[in-house]
C-alpha cells in the first residue's frame, strides 16, 4: 500500500476494534504499512483474520482476534492474547460502531397527528432497546476497550488512542438520534480522556469522518436501480466539495495523529474529514 505520510511506526503494537469492516481494514493496512504489527478484533474473527491474511501477504504482521466491545471479559481475553502474541498495546483504534434501525424515526420532521400512526416510526414509537443497543455500542464500544487497552500505556507514555467520531458529534443528522448522541458522547469522551491522561504521556483524539459511500449506508444513499436517493441529494448539497469522500482519504489524518513525532503535541482534537460539510451553513 502507497501511504500518504511516511510514519514509521516500526514495533509499535496497533489493536483496532471493528476491523472487519471497511474502514477500519483500510486503516489497519495502511497502519501495517506503516510498521506496526496490528491486531484486528471484531465479533466475526473470520472477517478480521482475513484482513490479517491480506496484511501478511504484503509483507506485514497482523492477527484477527474475536473480541465482543460491550463485554469486558471478551476484552480481557482478547487482550491477554494479543499480549502473549504481539505485546503490549501502543496505539488503540475504537473504529467499532454503527447504526440499527430500530433506533431510526421514518420521518426528518413530526408532523400533527403523527403520534397515532402505526404505520410509521416516530419519536414516540422508538425501540428503546434499539436505542439502547445503537447508543451502547458507539459510546461503550469506545470507553470498554479504552478502559481495557490503556492499561497498557500508563505506566509507559508515548502511547495513544484515537476514537471515530462523526459529522453527526458537530450537528446531528435528522431520522438517527441515538447514533447522533453517541457520536457526540464520543467526541466529549476524547477531551475528558485526553486530560486525565495528560500527565503520563498518553494522547487521546478523534477523527470525524464525513460521508463516505460505503455497503454499510448503501441502502440510505442509493435507490436500488443505482439512482442517488433525496438523502445523497441533501448531503452532496451541504458538502462543498460535492462528493463523498473514500476510505482512503482517512488515512492520512490517522497516520498523522497517530505518529508520536508528528503529533505528539496534539491531544484532545476531533478533526473533520469531511469535504467542508461542518464549515457549510447552506448560505
Not at 117 to 123: D, G, H
Request: charged share 20%.
Amino acid at each position: 500500500m502507497k501511504l500518504p505520510l511516511n510514519v514509521n511506526l516500526k514495533d509499535k503494537v496497533a489493536v483496532i476494534t471493528g476491523a472487519g469492516g471497511v474502514i477500519c481494514s483500510t486503516l489497519a493496512k495502511a497502519i501495517a504499512a506503516a510498521g506496526a504489527k496490528v491486531a484486528l478484533l471484531d465479533l466475526n474473527k473470520e472477517r478480521a483474520q482475513a484482513h490479517a491474511e491480506e496484511i501478511i501477504k504484503e509483507g506485514g504482521i497482523a492477527r484477527g482476534y474475536t473480541a465482543n466491545v460491550l463485554d469486558k471479559q471478551s476484552l480481557a481475553d482478547c487482550h491477554a492474547e494479543i499480549l502473549k502474541d504481539l505485546g503490549k498495546c501502543d496505539i488503540l483504534i475504537n473504529g467499532a460502531g454503527g447504526n440499527n434501525a430500530r433506533a431510526n424515526t421514518d420521518m426528518e420532521y413530526y408532523n400533527p397527528g403523527d403520534v397515532n400512526k402505526e404505520e410509521m416510526t416516530t419519536f414516540f414509537g422508538l425501540d428503546r432497546e434499539g436505542m439502547e443497543f445503537v447508543f451502547g455500542l458507539n459510546f461503550m464500544g469506545t470507553f470498554l476497550p479504552s478502559q481495557e487497552f490503556a492499561r497498557d500505556m500508563v505506566e509507559r507514555g508515548g502511547c495513544n488512542i484515537l476514537n471515530i467520531s462523526s459529522m453527526n458529534a458537530f450537528t446531528p443528522l435528522t431520522k438517527i438520534p441515538a447514533y447522533s448522541a453517541a457520536k457526540a458522547a464520543i467526541s466529549n469522551f476524547t477531551q475528558w480522556l485526553a486530560v486525565h491522561f495528560s500527565k503520563v504521556g498518553v494522547r487521546v483524539n478523534a477523527i470525524a469522518p464525513g460521508f463516505l459511500s460505503t455497503a454499510q449506508n448503501k441502502a440510505l444513499l442509493w435507490n436500488e436501480d443505482g439512482t442517488p436517493t433525496a438523502r445523497t441529494g441533501k448531503i452532496l448539497a451541504a458538502t462543498p466539495m460535492s462528493r463523498f469522500g473514500e476510505t482512503e482519504e482517512i488515512i492520512g489524518a490517522t497516520l498523522f495523529l497517530i505518529s508520536e513525532e508528528a503529533a505528539g503535541f496534539i491531544t484532545g482534537v476531533v478533526l473533520p474529514i469531511d469535504g467542508g460539510f461542518s464549515a457549510y451553513r447552506g448560505v
